[in-house]
């Protein structure tokens, strides 16, 4: 018989209510609880959850007898505080929102939770669970001989409007190279089996939120930028972010070459975001182009509507729902996607940063 799985919900805002469509897609799972402090939000996420106990407080959240385990989607500079509070009142396994923190400062903190938590955290890496990205990840080795060199485009719209605007200051998100890129980092690791060295980047507001103010203050995240990454067994890759290109026809362009050929996957950007007049929203891709023969295969990664629909990540948060609930049932040992995973993407992506602020190529080891 399958044990039923009761949810502590922790932020509910846009991605929260994400999480909340794609867990009551699967079975003998229910929302028990859920603390967000906005109340317009809290009325749509109860929208979804009708049956859950709207809490005042994450402690009062964390006294609620039948959690199973916990979601985190609170801000980003939210993460560390509450992630230690639950170590503090109930550890329970818990899915926490990238990225893990925002501040060089935090990564001693972090290490101290990561070496003293007893239960179980998966960190949210959503794009490894996209279906073509995971085509791709699977088949990279026979398409490519291995990896050499590993190209990811994203060319998307601008950020979003959050609650409180909090999404606007690197105080507050770590940074765009932090805030959006940490799960480009991610596969690059992934994809590549190893560590980063040193990281090379350049990056600017060259067309977004230059107009904005909020409470007098000028949002200061980037728009757009590349970033070249140097690792550890000599491969190499590089991002190249532009959050001005909501025009094109797909949002992420993954390109993995090695000595026997290429293979690329294509993904198309949030389905509710694709004008009507355009008919249907492009299929998902997956390309293998071998040196020899010469020729590409083309083979479209299509998504179930139903699943497709519960979100804007292509599918990815419910297959990622699935690995973790089965880690909450003990069917699995072990997060993909763990603490250590998640540490290493964040300072990824505050090497950049440094790289970017102080025009300078930024060696791993000053996050050590």
């Known amino acids: 018989m399958v044990r039923h799985i009761s949810y ?23 929302i028990a609880a859920i603390y967000e402090p906005d109340a317009d939000m809290a009325r749509i996420a109860q929208s979804f959850a009708p049956k859950a106990q709207m809490m005042d407080s994450i402690d ?13 989607v609170s801000p980003n500079h939210c993460h560390m505080e509450q992630l230690e509070l639950l170590a503090e009142k109930r550890p ?4 926490v929102e990238k990225p893990l923190f925002t501040d060089p400062d935090d990564i001693q903190r972090l290490n101290h939770f990561q070496a003293h938590y007893p239960a179980p955290v998966w960190v949210a890496m959503e794009y490894r669970y996209m279906p073509p990205v995971a085509t791709l990840l699977s ?8 990896i050499k060199m590993l190209t990811i485009r994203e060319h998307r719209f601008p950020f979003l409007e959050k609650v409180g605007d909090w999404n606007r200051f690197n105080l507050y998100t770590g940074g765009t190279f932090v805030e959006k890129c940490c799960h480009f980092f991610d596969l690059m690791r992934f994809a ?17 939120h230059l107009e904005e103010r909020y409470e007098g203050q000028t949002p200061d995240i980037l728009d757009n930028g590349y970033v070249i990454v140097d690792f550890n067994n000599g491969t190499r890759a590089m991002l190249e972010l ?46 293998v182009s071998p040196r020899s023969p010469k020729g590409p295969h083309l083979r479209e990664i299509p998504v179930d509507p139903r699943i ?15 690995g973790f609930l089965d880690l909450v049932r003990g069917n699995r040992e072990s997060p993909d996607v763990t603490l250590e995973d998640g540490k290493r993407a964040v300072q990824m992506g505050l090497a950049a940063q440094r790289s970017i602020a102080e025009k300078r190529v930024v060696e791993m080891s000053e996050f050590a």
């Not at 088949?139 to 291995?146: F, L, M, N, V």
């Not at 590549?192 to 977004?208: C, F, Q, T, Y």
């Open 8 to 30: 502590g919900i922790i932020g509910c805002g846009m991605m929260g209510q994400e999480h909340l469509r794609n867990i009551a897609l699967l079975s003998e799972t229910s």
């Open 60 to 72: 009062a959240l964390l006294e609620v007898e039948n959690l199973d385990c916990l979601v985190i």
């Open 92 to 95: 329970l396994p818990v899915l």
């Open 139 to 146: 088949d990279a080795e026979a398409a490519t001989g291995g």
């Open 192 to 208: 590549l089996k190893a560590e980063p060295v040193r990281i090379m980047a350049s990056g600017a507001m060259d067309a977004n």
């Open 242 to 287: 532009c959050m001005f290109a909501e025009g094109s026809r797909y949002q992420e362009e993954i390109s993995a070459v090695g000595p026997d050929g290429k293979i690329e996957a294509l993904v198309p950007g949030p389905g509710r975001f694709w004008p009507e007049h355009l008919g249907a929203p492009p299929i998902p891709q997956v390309i």
């Open 308 to 322: 497709l629909d519960a979100g804007d990540h292509n599918g990815s948060t419910f297959y990622q729902h699935q």
